[in-house]
């Protein structure tokens, strides 16, 4: 079977200038005129600037430690190269493999790598890097992967085998997709400079290299000319770390920046109404919901089945979402797998019902509900929080809106260093299958529990080689999900972004679901 397979920021948060360019976009928001407003920096005319809405971190230049969140895919798509990644039109593309070939009995999958493919540093990517970049994997569903790959062998320097202890399914959406397992990493470079120094100078095959990067303030890359699959077109790509919402549109209002990431709700309605900007809604692979890792600690409330469906009943979806990001978002009431994906599971729509969520609160013995601590959020969607939080506070749930670092979140939450309510919205790529891993089975990065039943059936559904039964298998953990409120969803999000007038083709939405402009190589300035 084949398979076609870098310096300060302007703007710093809380500081003089993010307040002043605050001031700004509110004098605008109300028809006040301002005068003399210029650039800070003439716009160069072969760079393209972003405005990130999360502080960059070194983990997210090295493939092997990715943590079952999409975020890192962000800097990975321009740095690295995969054997064969999502691309536009097509879930697995081939890249630094020019194919990929099965084996009838689904236990060895031989990939060959492209002629020509380069590191960054000059070296040929080989067979040796393909294997060296597996073996050092240590990010989310890294035991899973080692415990069902028997041997991994390069008969040459371009061909890679894998060979399975059993067939899997699963294999190539778990090293192609899932994880940062089959982006490959130059062996001879990592070997001599070490992971630390690979984190502060990385060295990747991807179409940009890296030039520099200054915590907390930017990354910068250049256009990798020796890239397989096509020249960049745009030299220069800087991606500007500006967290507050409101800096980041007068940024863009300003030609500071040329790309900004999530601008929501009244922000966002500006930003459609600005001559020469562009709203760029797009919905993608991440489900946001409300998990209760309490759930199986007897004496806590939340493990009454009846409190946490009320927590979900107390939920306003549509009217959240109107305000938030303008009714883009879709409310499935699949609380981890989103629609898409595949053996996606479309269950009933989640209801908007306090006075319901009140009697169930009142049966379940909280008839004036109760204290129920803090409630952990990712700090770039603590506006989502502090809705949810309002609505709970409606029916008598009392929580503390807790915003945390999205990387010092992911890893908090990974180590289980949670109690009470966390806000979760899983994003990596994938299927039903590696979201029901991380989120929901015994073992998994993001699941402080688990239910036999559903480890059972999870177990049975990752040999069964008959799509049909395994759909089945599949649909029955994601109703028993729902029939159980392990989850509370809140909707599939609706990533909303702008772009400004000098670019060309922005990338949003190339890649099915991914919430990033992507490829960077087919990124453009108008006139180019």
């Known amino acids: 079977m084949s398979s ?13 200038s993010a307040i002043r360019r605050r001031d700004l976009l509110v004098a605008a928001g109300v028809g006040l005129t301002t005068v003399g407003l210029r650039p800070a920096v003439a716009a160069s005319p072969d760079q393209l600037t972003w405005g990130v809405h ?26 690295h190269d995969a054997m064969v990644k999502p691309m536009p039109d097509t879930a697995l593309a081939p890249s630094l493999a020019e194919s990929v070939n099965a084996s009838e009995d689904g236990r060895t999958y031989e990939f060959v790598v492209r002629e020509g493919a380069r590191f960054h540093n000059g070296d040929p990517v080989t067979s040796a890097d393909v294997k060296f970049s597996f073996e050092r994997y240590r990010g989310i569903a890294n035991a899973l992967l080692k415990a069902r790959v028997a041997a991994v062998d390069t008969p040459d320097a371009r061909r890679v085998r894998f060979q399975l202890k059993e067939a899997w399914p699963d294999f190539l959406t778990f090293y192609a997709t899932a994880t940062g397992s089959g982006w490959v990493v130059p062996k001879a470079y990592l070997e001599k400079v070490g992971d630390d120094g690979f984190k502060k100078a990385p060295v990747g095959a991807g179409p940009y290299k890296f030039v520099s990067f200054t915590p907390g303030v930017e990354l910068v890359l250049e256009a990798f000319d020796g890239y397989w699959r096509k020249k960049p077109a745009v030299k220069r790509l800087v991606f500007k770390v500006i967290p507050d919402e409101g800096t980041r549109l007068a940024a863009l209002k300003l030609g500071e920046i040329d790309i900004a990431y999530s601008v929501r709700g009244e922000l966002a309605e500006q930003l459609r109404k600005t001559p020469g900007l562009a709203l760029k809604p797009a919905v993608v692979q991440a489900p946001f919901c409300l998990y209760f890792p309490d759930q ?13 469906k009320a927590a979900s009943l107390a939920i306003d979806r549509k009217g959240t979402n109107e305000a938030l990001t303008l009714g883009h978002s879709e409310i499935t009431g699949n609380s981890i797998v989103p629609r898409g994906y595949d053996f ?9 019902d306090p006075d319901k969520a009140k009697r169930l609160l009142a049966e379940a013995g909280f008839p004036r509900g109760f204290d129920a601590g803090f409630y952990f959020c990712d700090s770039s969607y603590a506006n989502v929080g502090e809705s949810v939080v309002d609505n709970l506070l409606g029916v008598g749930i009392r929580s503390k809106l807790r915003p945390i670092e999205r990387a010092a979140f992911i ?32 073992g998994g990065v993001f699941s402080y529990g688990s239910y036999p039943d559903i480890d059972t059936l999870y177990q049975q559904q990752a040999g069964e080689m008959d799509r049909a039964r395994r759909e089945a298998l599949l649909f029955r953990i994601q109703e028993l999900m729902v029939e159980r409120t392990i989850y509370a969803p809140i909707w599939q999000l609706a990533f909303l972004n702008g772009i400004g007038s000098r670019v060309g083709e922005a ?3 190339r890649i099915p679901l991914f919430p990033y402009t992507s490829p960077y190589e087919d990124i453009t300035l108008k006139g180019t």
Not at 344 to 352: F, G, I, K, L, T
């Open 4 to 16: 076609g397979l870098k310096g300060r920021e302007p703007y710093p948060a809380g500081g003089t």
């Open 54 to 79: 999360v502080s960059l971190a070194p983990t997210w230049f090295e493939p092997a430690e990715a943590s079952g969140i999409i975020t890192p895919f962000m800097v990975l798509y321009a740095l």
């Open 296 to 308: 199986w600690d007897e004496k806590s409330p939340w493990h009454d089945a009846r409190v946490r």
């Open 507 to 509: 990338g949003f939405g």
């Open 344 to 352: 996606y599971w479309q269950p009933p729509s989640p209801e908007y």
């Open 411 to 442: 890893k908090e939450f990974g180590e289980k260093k949670y109690k009470n309510i966390i806000q979760a919205g899983p994003g990596a790529f994938g299927n039903a299958a590696t979201r029901i891993e991380a989120h929901l089975v015994k």
